[in-house]
């Protein structure tokens, strides 16, 4: 017990260091890259930009991986609001902060056919 208390500990708080990128899943170790996209839109002089993003299988397969990476390093974030893991679907929601663009390489995995 102590230790899944101790694992959840450190999970949040490399979560909480950097807050720019989004890494869920397994995105290194028996997957294959069903769809990767560079998600740009340009700033607006005092405002935040959100935008949403949306994924869906063609095959219906479900999700094993979602890496989206902030290429501009700025202080952007980006959640899953609907789907994700387990899920044949994924939509994300970003938001620049104020005055800045938004910049994604987005890249969603899956299992291959063979396993």
Not at 29 to 49: G, M
Not at 73 to 87: D, L, P, R
Request: aromatic content about 10%; overall charge positive.
């Amino acid at each position: 017990m102590k230790t899944v208390i101790l694992l959840a500990l450190v999970a949040l708080s490399a979560y909480s260091v950097d807050g720019s990128h989004l890494v869920v899943g397994n995105v290194a170790d028996r997957v294959v890259l069903a769809h990767h996209a560079k998600v740009e839109y340009n700033a607006i002089p005092f405002f935040k930009r959100v935008k949403s993003f949306f994924y869906s299988s063609p095959t219906n397969r479900p999700i094993r991986g979602i890496q989206a990476l902030d290429t501009e390093h700025t202080k952007a974030s980006i959640n899953i609001t609907a789907g994700g893991i387990g899920y044949p679907f994924v939509n994300l929601r970003m938001k620049s902060e104020r005055g800045h663009g938004l910049s994604y390489d987005i890249g969603i995995y899956i299992s291959p056919d063979f396993i």
